[in-house]
């Protein structure tokens, strides 16, 4: 099964409004990222979050990171009609024996459809 | 440049035909990645190159063969595909292996007839 688990699956909103995507993961991680991805294209990575940081920004962005929940947070703020798309949480996990995780291997979540109303 | 290239960018292919996705960069990245992506779904790993050599093999049937032959290009040679393996392919490169952001191509849109 997928690492990271996301809600909601599909958001709705106008243009202005924030939006925020959460994801859930079980095991230890390196690190969290979060990508976009516009319909049938490539990812764009938004972000990574370390397994010792909490809070990162960029621009109209703002991830939160908590492993004691093992969650993290993405905070759209301000959208525009041009942030629609799929975005996906991706975890890198910290390998240890048995857990079938190594080094380089990114588990995506399942994604949340954003869509932002003009 | 921060820019990974994928070529075609559209493939249909046969059951019983042979043919290969191409995949490059220029940032000096040193690990790159294989993605499978069906409709509505999340990017699944299939192979990771750290330094030219194969890292990780996520149980990929032998149809599907990587081959990396200089630090800037990355293959898939597809050979005797099921309809089923129709989906998107992305690759996808780092700086190296762990820890870092990866940089994702446009992929190659394949249909197996």
């Known amino acids: 099964s997928q690492q990271g688990e996301e809600d909601p699956q599909a958001l709705s909103i106008q243009e202005g409004e924030n939006a925020t995507m959460n994801c859930s993961y079980k095991t230890s991680i390196n690190n969290l990222q979060w990508y976009r991805q516009n319909s049938g294209r490539g990812l764009v990575h938004l972000i990574l979050i370390r397994s010792n940081e909490r809070e990162k920004h960029s621009g109209r962005l703002r991830v939160t990171l908590d492993t004691s929940k093992k969650s993290s947070s993405l905070l759209i703020t301000a959208s525009r009609a041009a942030d629609t798309a799929s975005y996906f949480c991706a975890t890198d996990a910290l390998p240890s024996p048995g857990s079938g995780t190594s080094y380089g291997k990114l588990t995506f979540g399942q994604g949340t459809i954003l869509t932002v109303h003009p | 440049d921060t820019e990974v290239t994928q070529t075609p960018k559209h493939l249909v292919m046969g059951m019983t035909n042979k043919k290969s996705l191409k995949c490059e960069q220029h940032m000096g990245h040193r690990a790159m990645y294989w993605y499978k992506q069906k409709a509505k779904k999340p990017p699944e790993l299939m192979f990771v190159?750290?330094?030219?050599?194969?890292?990780i093999n996520e149980s990929v049937p032998s149809r599907f063969s990587p081959e990396c032959p200089n630090s800037s290009l990355l293959n898939l040679h597809l050979h005797a595909l099921q309809p089923e393996d129709s989906a998107l392919y992305l690759c996808a490169s780092s700086r190296f292996i762990a820890a870092y952001e990866q940089y994702f191509g446009p992929g190659t849109r394949l249909t197996v007839t």
């Open positions: 190159y750290s330094y030219e050599k194969l890292s």
